[in-house]
């Protein structure tokens, strides 16, 4: 903390990691940026987590772009023995005009060329307003829909889900709504390291005597506060929840007259629940059948209760299943659109609720409308002024690089994703980057993905830039740049424009605020908000007039579906993909650390989260160590059907016996070398969280 000599300015944004969206402060002397402090924003009046507070000089590494690279033409084939060390001797630096006709001509060539198809990957990083051009620059100037971000790699199955079953994609209610509830459910979400700030306010739930039931494969920091833990088997979540609410069901403990005023199903619903008794149910997902009956007593008989979810469950090929037996459990209770009470997948990154609400998503234009909707799509082409695009939803991220290697996808555009550490089963992943005809990555730094790049362009920080993002409340807040890009880098924003101009789209934005006010002419979500008013405010959606600071809670009198009922969807119990075997005995949980964001290339680059983690690790509960004959801080060697690392093990009781937690933000031990592409299939998620394991000793000198 300083006093205010420390600084000679001081600028109000939004934080850059994780959904939560706090607000802070950035305090600037000199042109960089000292010291960062929360404020009063919506979701965290004043709190910041680590990341927020420390991990800000990621912005003045010297490993910033800072210069627009062209691929030489001696470079040495792309391919996956690169030394990582010499990868920008392989680039030349350029002109912004030669780098950006160079981007252009190479994405232009291969539109012409009949069959052939351009990608993109926008990112859950940048603004609303970058994603929105983003999306409409593959839509309007290469026809179709092959246009996708990290949201599939997260939450796809949970919006799957939702959309069929509440017909909205995003939470009923915000998470601070905790305060007004008796119960919360918070179920493959690990808050105390994802969304610290939000886990305060679940803490703050419990100190005053709300109930917090936990389940998790693992067992989380919430643990300690939890009045129950459900620590179950991998993969049987829909056991689980089936037999909670086989309880409900049996015990006649469901909300009959919520269930007839706002949803259909219900008949079916129940009978299709009789066979998943708890004590049937309990063996499969490990959980006694009494603590299932418990918990199902505790849940349906409050007054309000909340449920909150995260990759755990949407990270398998059953992601959607499991998001629709949570939906159900809440209905069947009523308890949604009420104070304390609704539904809120936990979103990842900073943006990543606005960006799928601008329309960076393959089946949706913005606002989830229908990419198959002739009537949707002429309106969006009435506002463009050219463009016509493809009726067929597009291609997703694994389904992209399944294309690469087949040849119907020859050129990509990637926006500040890193698919060659993001995606699973990596190396496949790497192999399609590699033969790509031509790669346009736009970055801050030369990530994994950029490697392969034929075109690369210095972007902005998300400090260094302006533009509104979206959190997982549906708060709309206003980024403000605190300091300059460096060198030659750009705000991402005017890349893309200047981009689209080579590619013959008709832009002519010259800030921002422009790109808001056309979002708006076709995303009734941002009806009444609008530029100036986010100058001075958050406005969470919907906003009911220009006064409404937005709605915390929404569908308390029916949902934006037929006749206003929201759905029963019965899920079924489906194995893994890949069941643990005697050559892969173990189980593998990927997932992301407090002091890492996703595949490291800003936190592992802030000098204070570094020092707090420096070093790739795993967790194995203490008796699995002694069974590999292992110390803790000794080396072991994960290996799966798709490849090897060799990582740093720790011992966790919070682990169960048989699995290992890796964190997929480290390079040198790529989590992603080992996880398995096999999707859900509505949501087309990866099953991060579950894949065959061997683990061995590793003598080390
Ligand atoms: Fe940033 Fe999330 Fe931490 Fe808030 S909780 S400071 S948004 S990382």
């Not at 599939?152 to 079953?165: D, G, I, K, Q, T």
């Not at 493959?188 to 709300?210: I, S």
């Given at each position: 903390e300083g006093d205010s000599k420390d600084f000679d300015r001081e600028v109000e944004s939004v934080c850059p990691f994780c959904g939560v969206g706090c607000q802070l402060s950035f305090k600037i002397k000199d042109n960089k940026i000292k010291y960062v402090e929360g404020v009063e924003g919506p979701a965290n009046e004043n709190r910041l987590c680590v990341k927020g507070r420390f991990g800000f000089d990621y912005i003045d590494h010297p490993h910033r772009l800072t210069k627009p690279l062209i691929r030489r033409e001696d470079a040495p084939a792309k391919g996956l023995n690169v030394d990582p060390g010499n990868v920008l001797t392989h680039f030349r630096e350029a002109t912004w005009d030669e780098a950006l006709d160079a981007a252009a001509n190479g994405l232009a060539k291969l539109r012409e060329d009949k069959g052939t198809r351009v990608a993109g990957f926008g990112s859950a990083k940048c603004s609303n307003e970058e994603a929105y051009l983003f999306q409409k620059m593959i839509r309007q100037g290469f026809g179709h829909n092959n246009v996708d971000h990290c949201?599939?790699?997260?939450?796809?199955?949970?919006?799957?889900?939702?959309?069929?079953?509440?017909?909205?994609?995003?939470?009923?209610?915000?998470?601070n709504e905790i305060e007004n509830a008796d119960v919360a459910i918070?179920?493959?979400?690990?808050?105390?390291?994802?969304?610290?700030?939000?886990?305060?306010?679940?803490?703050?739930?419990?100190?005053?005597?709300?109930k917090l039931i936990i389940m998790d494969p693992r067992g989380t920091g919430m643990k300690r506060h939890a009045s129950h833990m459900l620590q179950f088997k991998p993969g049987a979540d829909v056991s689980m929840l089936n037999a909670i609410m086989n309880v409900i069901v049996e015990e006649q403990l469901y909300d009959q007259q919520y269930i007839e005023g706002y949803t259909e199903g219900w008949e079916d619903m129940k009978s299709h629940l009789a066979g998943f008794t708890p004590e049937k149910m309990a063996p499969i997902c490990g959980i006694e059948a009494d603590v299932l009956r418990d918990v199902a007593r505790t849940f349906a008989t409050a007054k309000a209760g909340m449920i909150f979810w995260g990759m755990g469950i949407s990270q398998h090929i059953h992601g959607t299943d499991n998001s629709r037996c949570l939906i159900s459990l809440a209905l069947m209770c009523g308890h949604v659109g009420r104070p304390g009470a609704g539904l809120h997948p936990l979103r990842g990154q900073n943006n990543v609720q606005g960006a799928s609400d601008a329309g960076l998503i393959p089946m949706f234009l913005p606002d989830y409308q229908s990419v198959m909707d002739d009537g949707v799509r002429s309106a969006f082409t009435d506002v463009w002024g050219s463009g016509d695009f493809s009726a067929q939803k597009g291609l997703t991220v694994v389904e992209i690089m399944d294309a690469v290697h087949a040849g119907d996808i020859r050129g990509m555009y990637v926006l500040g994703e890193n698919p060659a550490m993001s995606d699973p089963d990596v190396d496949h992943a790497r192999h399609a980057l590699a033969k790509l005809e031509h790669l346009v990555v736009q970055d801050i730094f030369l990530t994994e993905t950029a490697n392969y790049a034929d075109v690369i362009l210095p972007a902005s920080a998300w400090a260094e830039k302006t533009g509104t993002v979206t959190n997982t409340n549906r708060q709309v807040q206003m980024g403000r740049p605190a300091v300059s890009p460096p060198g030659d880098a750009r705000e991402d924003w005017w890349i893309e424009v200047e981009l689209a101009k080579r590619l013959g789209l008709d832009w002519t934005y010259t800030h921002p605020s422009e790109v808001f006010a056309e979002m708006k002419l076709n995303m009734k979500s941002l009806d009444n908000i609008t530029w100036d008013r986010l100058e001075k405010t958050a406005v969470t959606y919907p906003s009911l007039d220009e006064t409404d600071p937005g709605q915390p809670i929404v569908f308390g009198d029916g949902f934006p579906r037929a006749e206003g009922r929201a759905k029963f969807t019965p899920a079924n119990v489906i194995a893994p993909d890949e069941v643990p075997d005697a050559e892969y005995p173990m189980v593998l949980i990927t997932g992301r650390q407090l002091e890492h964001w996703h595949t490291g290339s800003m936190t592992r680059r802030a000098s204070a989260l570094d020092a707090l983690e420096p070093e790739a690790n795993c967790s194995l509960h203490p008796r699995t160590l002694r069974k590999l004959g292992v110390e803790a801080g000794g080396m072991i060697r994960l290996s799966t059907r798709r490849g090897s690392v060799l990582v740093m093990a720790r011992a966790d009781r919070a682990v169960a016996e048989d699995n290992v937690f890796l964190p997929f933000a480290y390079v040198e031990a790529a989590a992603n070398l080992l996880t398995n592409s096999a999707l859900d299939p509505y949501g087309k998620i990866p099953e991060f969280k579950f894949s065959a394991v061997r683990a061995e000793a590793v003598e080390t000198i």
């Open positions: 949201t599939r790699l997260c939450h796809a199955s949970s919006v799957a889900a939702l959309m069929e079953n509440v017909g909205s994609a995003a939470v009923t209610a915000t998470f918070v179920i493959g979400a690990n808050p105390t390291e994802n969304h610290p700030v939000a886990a305060t306010y679940f803490k703050q739930f419990t100190k005053r005597g709300g």
